[in-house]
């Protein structure tokens, strides 16, 4: 079953992944949509995004993966937390800054940059998270591979699952793309980083259509906007259990 899977990968390794990463990441915005509670979907925003996924983001993720796995070979730990290091120091503002300037210049603005200039910086805090938090916890997770998970104490983590296993931890600093890319380079084959990558970008893409249309680029009008969705759900599940 795994070889038939890994099968079009082997073959068409470049195709086969920036076909998921462009089908996932334009999933983020679906989503996104669906949850926003709107009567129609908006499928030119949607195709937008699709179009930046699969011209840029799908693109770069594939050769950029494919640079570092050949300029650091291997999975030891001084050799994942360099590419981490590079990763988000280099691929990820670029990454976020085509997501904010390609969508705008796709949909015909006359200033492509603005979503960019006000929103950029706290997108990137996002992404980024405490740096000395994010290795402890990466080291941790190095030493007891079997293990399978991190121990995460109460008071210090807060998980929020929303539907979409939307996560993110809120209190450590620690945020999304530092720890999924670490499991990225220490775990996953180089043959799929890009699918993978793919995957986490689902998540990802919800965030930041969001950001895009209505939010700010922080986790918390993210979180502001979930809880509206939420009471709003419950409000229109308690009307219509009222008798008539």
Same mark, same amino acid.
């Given at each position: 079953?795994?070889?038939?899977?890994?099968?079009?990968?082997?073959?068409?390794?470049?195709?086969?992944?920036?076909?998921?990463?462009?089908?996932?990441?334009?999933?983020?915005?679906?989503?996104?949509?669906?949850?926003?509670?709107?009567?129609?979907?908006?499928?030119?925003?949607?195709?937008?995004?699709? /179009?930046?996924?699969?011209?840029? #983001?799908?693109?770069?993720? =594939? %050769?950029?993966?494919?640079? $570092?796995?050949r300029r650091f070979p291997g999975n030891a730990l001084r050799t994942v937390?360099?590419?981490?290091?590079?990763?988000?120091?280099?691929?990820?503002?670029?990454?976020?800054?085509?997501?904010?300037?390609?969508v705008s210049l796709v949909e015909g603005r006359d200033e492509i940059l603005?979503?960019?200039?006000?929103?950029?910086?706290?997108?990137?805090?996002?992404?980024?998270?405490?740096?000395?938090?994010?290795?402890?916890?990466?080291?941790?997770?190095?030493?007891?591979?079997?293990?399978?998970?991190?121990?995460?104490?109460?008071?210090? /983590?807060?998980?929020?699952?929303? #539907?979409?296993?939307?996560? =993110? %931890?809120?209190?450590?600093? $620690?945020?999304?793309?530092?720890?999924?890319?670490?499991?990225?380079?220490?775990?996953?084959?180089?043959?799929?980083?890009?699918?993978?990558?793919?995957?986490?970008?689902?998540?990802?893409?919800?965030?930041?259509?969001?950001?895009?249309?209505?939010?700010?680029?922080?986790?918390?009008?993210?979180?502001?906007?979930?809880?509206?969705?939420?009471?709003?759900?419950?409000?229109?599940?308690?009307?219509?259990?009222?008798?008539e």
């Open positions: 079953m795994r070889d038939a899977l890994l099968a079009p990968v082997r073959r068409f390794p470049w195709a086969t992944n920036v076909a998921l990463y462009g089908c996932l990441f334009a999933g983020g915005d679906f989503v996104h949509q669906c949850f926003s509670g709107k009567e129609r979907v908006d499928w030119t925003h949607t195709r937008n995004v699709a /179009v930046v996924a699969f011209s840029f #983001h799908g693109n770069f993720n =594939f %050769f950029w993966m494919r640079f $570092l796995e937390l360099r590419k981490l290091l590079l990763d988000q120091t280099v691929a990820a503002p670029l990454a976020i800054s085509a997501f904010y300037t390609g603005q979503d960019w200039k006000e929103k950029f910086l706290n997108t990137y805090k996002v992404s980024l998270g405490t740096r000395r938090i994010q290795m402890r916890i990466c080291a941790a997770l190095w030493r007891r591979p079997e293990n399978g998970r991190i121990t995460r104490q109460q008071d210090s /983590v807060t998980f929020i699952g929303v #539907h979409s296993c939307v996560c =993110f %931890f809120v209190q450590t600093g $620690l945020t999304y793309w530092p720890f999924m890319q670490f499991l990225n380079f220490a775990l996953v084959p180089p043959l799929i980083r890009t699918a993978f990558t793919g995957c986490c970008g689902f998540v990802w893409a919800t965030f930041l259509c969001f950001s895009h249309q209505s939010g700010d680029g922080t986790i918390t009008a993210a979180l502001d906007w979930i809880r509206d969705v939420e009471h709003k759900r419950e409000e229109r599940m308690s009307g219509k259990d009222r008798p």
